[in-house]
């Protein structure tokens, strides 16, 4: 198995985008010295593309590091703006200002994807895409996407771009894993994951528009560190979340099959949970928090572990043996 990784590519950058995306979130920002060394790991291993947020207040930080490695043309800069923490923000000055607040804190004159942290289905597709256009044009990103949009929108977004002769919508980024979520850890996220959101799957095949996926590991449930017997005991911080977005008895028969082919392909838990995604038929790339060299390594090697279609369905319980 070959552990080299691999790259697709996005209409609008004309770099190629490692399928593997390291989230700054899980990075060590308060050691300098300790961060820069998780990012110089997981940019030496291939991983080109680094996923930041306006809201994260991980900006400087990126920026900081992309300057002093002397990188920029290198680096795959995606990141996120107007997330509603406070009111809506869906609107064309917010995503401007978004934007402009991103690109001066990190100190560079651009983003390669910016992402539409939420959406507001309230507001119409026509003055978001004018306005990313006009982003575009400015040289200020390369290519734009929408994080927990609806396919709906996205369709009525790109159709709307077809009329009028301007750029689409490139990309997404909603919450895709093998567990069937219970519940969407936040308010305003969207999953395609579980039987409920086939169709929405499918659009993503038929199009084969690039998924930037997030929490693939389902908040930590494919960490190999929860259990049917230890629900009861998840009741603080991201266990309780687990608990309660993913601890159901389907997802635990799911987490017994990975097991079954962890152990039968020499891997651990959280690879094949993410093999999933990878071998599933849609243009996946995945946010991953690799901490250190070997959780690198691990993704990698993941990325690279191949699955049958029969071992596919035998991990979401549509078929009754891997083979």
Known sequence: MSNQMKYGSIAGIAKPVSRLVQGIIQVNRNDEAIGFAQLDSAFAAGINCVDTAYIYGTDAFLGKW??????????????????????????????QHDLHETLAKMQLDYVDLYVLHRDDENVEVGPIVDVLNLLVKQGKIGAFGGSNWSTARLQAANDYAEQTGQIPFTSSSPNFSLADPIRVPWGGCLTISGDQYEAERAWYKANQMPIFSWSSMAGGFW??????????????GQAKLVRD?????????????????????????????LAYIF???????????AQNQEEVDTNVAALNTDLTEQELLYLDLKADSPA
Request: aromatic letters at 8%; charged letters at 30%; a positive charge.
């Open 66 to 95: 992309v300057r002093e490695r002397g990188i920029r043309d290198d680096v795959v800069i995606l990141a996120k703006g107007a997330h509603d923490s406070i009111r809506k923000k869906v609107t064309p000055f917010d995503i």
């Open 223 to 236: 960490s190999g560190r929860f259990n049917r017997e230890g629900v009861e005991t998840y009741t603080e």
């Open 245 to 273: 977005c993913y601890c159901s008895d389907a997802n635990f028969t799911r987490l017994d099959r990975v097991k079954e082919l962890a152990d039968a392909k020499g891997l651990t838990i959280p690879q094949i949970a």
């Open 279 to 289: 071998n599933y038929p849609m243009n996946v790339f995945a946010l991953v928090g």
